[in-house]
């Protein structure tokens, strides 16, 4: 079955540093997104990506964030200064089609900034 | 505003009991889509199920069954004669587009621990 690939699976910065995480979405999926979730807490929705732009950006996606779909097939998330409260797991997410079609997330890279 | 609610934030119970985990959402969009997703200690969403707002039909599936009933926002899930693997957290979500694109909302999620 097809899959959403991220990696790594574990990233550890330090605090001020630039960090990238990468996502392999399924290849016939259209529709592309991150979402994060902080140790212990709910999935927050932070952009979605279509037709190589974004569509909707929540408030946790400040200027420090960036999204990316540099070749056919990586969809990356770049984290320019991290701090600390930017450690959590972040989920990439694809879908054919935003309405009859649920999503495929993939299995998370957990961020860690020291 | 669109927002989902899972009230219980743990819940134990011993092998082979039912057990069912409430979700209750809130959205004025006529169009939108419940789901759920387990999340085991390994940490991946895995995707459980899937229902639309016009299809108030329950589904069973194996051991697991969801009623959806629109009157009450409701979108509960029951897993039947649990197992030790069941544990794991247990996320309900609403995907619906608001003012903007589609997208998830998901609960806080219930932790299910099923005892030995």
């Known amino acids: 079955e097809p899959e959403v690939t991220q990696t790594p699976s574990h990233q550890v910065t330090q605090m001020g540093q630039e960090v990238i995480l990468r996502c392999v979405p399924i290849?016939?999926?259209?529709?592309f997104y991150w979402y994060r979730q902080i140790l212990g807490q709910k999935v927050e929705f932070l952009v979605s990506?279509?037709?190589?732009?974004?569509?909707?950006k929540s408030e946790i996606f400040d200027d420090q964030f960036s999204v990316e779909r540099p070749d056919g097939s990586n969809f990356t998330l770049k984290i320019r200064s991290t701090k600390l409260e930017d450690s959590a797991m972040y989920f990439c997410?694809?879908?054919?089609?935003?309405?009859?079609?649920?999503?495929?997330f993939g299995s998370g890279t957990r961020l860690t900034v020291v | 505003a669109q927002k989902v609610t899972q009230a219980q934030t743990e819940i134990s119970v011993v092998e082979k009991e039912d057990v069912t985990l409430d979700c209750v959402y809130e959205?004025?969009?006529?169009?939108?889509?419940l789901f759920w997703y387990k999340q085991p200690p390994s940490g991946e969403l895995v995707f459980l199920i899937r229902?639309?707002?016009?299809?108030?039909q329950n589904e069973i599936s194996g051991r697991y069954s969801w009623n959806f009933q629109k009157s009450t926002s409701s979108f509960n899930f029951t897993i039947t004669a649990s197992q030790v693997v069941d544990s794991a957290v247990y996320f309900c979500?609403?995907?619906?587009?608001?003012?903007?694109?589609?997208?998830?909302?998901f609960g806080t999620g219930t932790r299910l621990k099923v005892l030995a």
């Open positions: 997410a694809s879908t054919q089609d935003t309405l009859n079609y649920g999503y495929t």
């Open positions: 290849s016939n999926h259209l529709y």
């Open positions: 990506f279509y037709n190589n732009e974004i569509s909707e």
């Open positions: 959205t004025r969009d006529t169009t939108y889509y």
């Open positions: 229902r639309n707002s016009f299809d108030e």
């Open positions: 979500a609403l995907k619906t587009k608001g003012s903007g694109t589609y997208k998830y909302i």
